[in-house]
């Protein structure tokens, strides 16, 4: 199982963004998906996620400005992130967490920089 996040960059304050991350392995359909995300010198936190039926969470950092969706045809999770502030700067990784499994899986991390 391997999970590829895309998508990260160096955007200015009030700019988007969008972050793929493209799951091998066949595991998608049966996967929880989440976007995490750690800033310098902080903890990874959760961002957002969606389940295999499309519900979706969000922290209350970004709800309102940031979306998640998933392209089950494509095994590819997004996070479509609007409005973006300098305190968004960040590593974002995706998770996967397959259901009736014992064993979850992290992407590779990309950097996304909101410079003010």
């Known amino acids: 199982v391997q999970l590829q996040a895309s998508g990260g960059g160096l955007v200015q304050t009030g700019g988007s963004l969008r972050l793929s991350c493209t799951v091998s392995?066949?595991?998608?359909?049966?996967?929880?998906m989440s976007w995490y995300r750690q800033a310098p010198g902080k903890q990874r936190e959760l961002v957002a996620s969606?389940?295999?039926?499309?519900?979706?969470d969000y922290s209350d950092s970004v709800k309102g400005r940031f979306t998640i969706s998933r392209d089950n045809a494509k095994d590819t999770v997004y996070l479509q992130m609007n409005s973006l502030k300098p305190e968004d700067t960040a590593v974002y990784y995706c998770?996967?967490?397959?259901?009736?499994?014992?064993?979850?899986?992290w992407g590779q991390g990309t950097l996304v920089t909101v410079s003010s």
């Open positions: 392995g066949r595991i998608f359909s049966i996967s929880a």
């Open positions: 969606i389940t295999t039926g499309d519900r979706t």
């Open positions: 998770y996967a967490a397959p259901k009736f499994s014992p064993n979850n899986y």
